[in-house]
Nanobody, 125 residues
Framework: VQLQAFGGGLVQAGGSLTLSCAAS??????????TGWFRQAPGKVREFVAA????????YGLDSVKGRFTISSDNAKNIVYLQMNSLKPEDAAVYYC?????????????????WGRGTQVTVSS
């Protein structure tokens, strides 16, 4: 499985971005069942942002993004989206998408088998 994350960029505080994570390879039955987004700012640990299961159920990891970020998926296209609204300077980070072939603890990075390279999100104040 290969993951490609894109959609990052520079946005002013209060603006919006939509990140996409495109998966290729063995993504169907027996393949990916959970896709998650993590982020890492310079000098900080990687944080779990959100995850979505193939069934469509989702989990958000940060109270600070609840109500502002929305994770969704298009299983037919093997793409997972992270819609980010009302962006704040503290949301600036490299955002990584990750995928797992099992239903584990979705907020644990170690549960994920596949990782994309990350896409930079910069928020100006």
């Amino acid at each position: 499985v290969q993951l490609q994350a894109f959609g990052g960029g520079l946005v002013q505080a209060g603006g919006s971005l939509t990140l996409s994570c495109a998966a290729s390879g063995r993504t169907g039955t027996g393949g990916i069942v959970v896709t998650g987004w993590f982020r890492q700012a310079p000098g900080k640990v990687r944080e779990f942002v959100a995850a979505i299961r193939r069934s469509g159920s989702s989990t958000y990891g940060l109270d600070s993004v609840k109500g502002r970020f929305t994770i969704s998926s298009d299983n037919a296209k093997n793409i997972v989206y992270l819609q980010m609204n009302s962006l704040k300077p503290e949301d600036a980070a490299v955002y990584y998408c990750a995928a797992s072939s099992r239903y584990g603890i979705v907020h644990e990075a170690l549960e994920y088998d596949y990782w994309g390279r990350g896409t930079q999100v910069t928020v100006s104040s």
